[in-house]
Nanobody, 115 residues
Framework: QVQLVESGGGLVQTGGSLRLSCAAS????????IGWYRQAPGKQRELVAG???????NYADSVKGRFTISRDITKNTMYLQMNSLKPEDTAVYYC?????????WGQGTQVTVSS
């Protein structure tokens, strides 16, 4: 099993930045895929960015060039640096991991971007 704990959400103005963190209870190098999803009110949960154990990155088109996903293997922590934030980025952001055939989710952290 994997426990995931997010932090770093908050309220920011349009154009501002935030960095989200996701601390995993086991080595993230052993996790097949780890990434960030978000869910806005009334919308489906969507992939924001992901990284495989081999270091392959992928991003949603809506965040390319603005968001950067990274990981610190020594700290078992994944990050999402979010720059040039827009009101449409407002959502609950969830850390997600695929490990040993199972899906694991964090509790979510709220990101609100004011116009």
């Amino acid at each position: 099993q994997v426990q995931l704990v997010e932090s770093g959400g908050g309220l920011v103005q349009t154009g501002g930045s935030l960095r989200l963190s996701c601390a995993a209870s086991r080595s993230i190098f052993s996790i097949s895929t780890i990434g960030w999803y978000r869910q806005a009110p009334g919308k489906q949960r969507e992939l924001v960015a992901g990284i495989t154990s081999f270091g392959r990155l992928n991003y949603a088109d809506s965040v390319k060039g603005r968001f950067t996903i990274s990981r610190d293997i020594t700290k078992n922590t994944m990050y999402l640096q979010m720059n040039s934030l827009k009101p449409e980025d407002t959502a609950v952001y969830y850390c997600h991991a695929v490990f040993d055939g199972g899906d694991y989710w964090g509790q979510g952290t709220q990101v609100t971007v004011s116009s």
